[in-house]
């Protein structure tokens, strides 16, 4: 199900038969994060499924580049075959399209477009209908059906130099929240170079490490997530090709988000970004997680010895890590809410707490909902006002455990 990655896929540190060393390498990627073995976090499964399987979840370092990574890699078939996660269509997310498509268009004027991960192609319709030639790639088979029955051309597959081969070069590339995710970033480079004219312009949008090391989102780490980028290890990614990194945008979406555009051509990497991240982050951050994971043990376990009832809203990746971080089951979480189709009726990996639907939270009124949505909150607290005027209390645990009446 997973193979070991031991060297660093940015600049290849720790990688035997480097400069023509066959013996194994002296040098080897640093360990700043371990959460143990835990289930797939978009393994959501109805009773009587069979289950895709648990993986260790370590983070290992680069000393050279500064980029973190997972210590293994899950076969992407098993992660995206029959894939859960569907992109919002929050008010929060549409707010934050509109933005990416305002920067793009400052950018080029360019009419064709490929999304690379481009899940039920929401982004590719709003560009469809403004005008835009569209076309995406995704590596699962039931959201690429979705966006094809949504008249978004479609291919399903996994990008890289092969599959790049069979496209025509196009203006704008976009890769919202995939690139983290795949482990042969060298392939996934010289893909992008077949696909790119002498005016493209890529768009590769991620969470940055150091918002995540920052703000303690430990929860941004699961198996999806190989990588956990630094500018550094991008631009040392892209020394010897044709791409160089044009401008960098931040966004608040998902905890912290960058926007990195390259454009083709021999000016090398000559953005500037202040930027230290260190091994000594890395370890701060785990002695921080571990501090968050039993703080809300704790608070949940204090509260239920009290009487509440507690359940959860927002069946996502993140409540998965938290939730076998923390060793909950069903007497500590009644149940998760969540809006998205594919998630209800299934249970949360690795335990016994079912997911339902957004309704039950008023239809049972628990005393306390997790917000594990936390990314969402302003606009979720808004959403279920009427809840809280009769009482449900809000427990936020980013960055530090909080409670919102």
């Not at 976090?41 to 050279?64: H, I, S, T, W």
């Not at 960058?258 to 500037?272: E, R, S, T």
């Not at 069903?330 to 998760?336: E, G, N, T």
Request: hydrophobic share 40%; glycine share 6%.
């Amino acid at each position: 199900m997973y193979k070991y990655h031991t060297y660093c896929r940015a600049c290849g540190y720790g990688k035997a038969g480097a400069q023509g060393i066959k013996s194994a390498p002296t040098e080897k990627l640093i360990e700043v994060f371990d959460l143990g073995v835990q289930p797939l976090a978009n393994d959501f499964q109805k009773e009587g499924e069979e289950l895709a399987g648990y993986a260790p979840l370590k983070v290992m370092f680069c000393p050279r580049c500064t980029l973190a990574q997972l210590s293994v890699v899950v076969r992407p078939e098993v992660l995206y075959k029959n894939y859960s996660y569907v992109t919002s269509k929050s008010d929060m997310m549409q707010s934050h399209f509109e933005k990416l498509i305002s920067s793009i268009q400052a950018e080029t004027n360019g009419n064709t477009v490929l999304e690379i991960g481009s899940n039920d192609g929401h982004l590719l319709s709003l560009m469809q209908k403004s005008g835009y030639e569209v076309s995406g790639i995704d590596a699962s088979d039931n959201l690429s059906k979705i966006a094809i029955d949504n008249g978004i051309p479609t291919v399903i597959g996994l990008f890289g130099e092969e599959l790049a081969a069979a496209l025509p070069q196009r203006d704008i590339i976009i890769a919202r929240h995939v690139f983290c995710h795949i482990s042969e970033w060298k392939d996934f480079i010289r893909g992008l170079e077949m696909v790119c004219h002498k005016e493209t312009l890529v768009c590769i949008e991620c969470p940055y490490a150091g918002d995540t090391l920052k703000n303690c989102e430990f929860d941004q780490i699961y198996h999806e997530h190989c990588s956990f980028l630094t500018v550094r290890a991008m631009k040392e990614l892209l020394k010897g090709t044709c791409l160089y990194l044009h401008k960098i945008t931040r966004y608040p979406i998902h905890g912290g988000t960058i926007l990195m555009m390259l454009k083709v051509g021999a000016y090398g990497n000559l953005l500037d970004w202040k930027e230290d991240i260190t091994v000594d982050d890395w370890k701060e951050f785990q002695i921080a997680a571990k501090k968050q994971i039993a703080s809300l043990r704790e608070t949940v376990r204090n509260l239920i010895s009290k009487g509440s009832r507690i359940s959860a809203l927002g069946a996502s990746a993140k409540s998965t890590v938290w939730i076998n971080a923390c060793g909950f089951t069903r007497k500590d979480i009644a149940f998760i809410s969540d809006n998205t189709p594919q998630k209800q009726y299934t249970f949360s990996p690795g335990t016994d707490i079912p997911i339902v639907d957004e309704g039950a939270i008023l239809r049972e009124l628990p005393d306390y909902v997790i917000l594990f949505a936390w990314n969402y909150k302003e606009e979720i607290l808004e959403k279920f006002k009427r809840a809280r005027s009769l009482g449900v209390k809000f427990i936020i645990p980013v960055p530090e455990i909080s409670i919102v009446l």
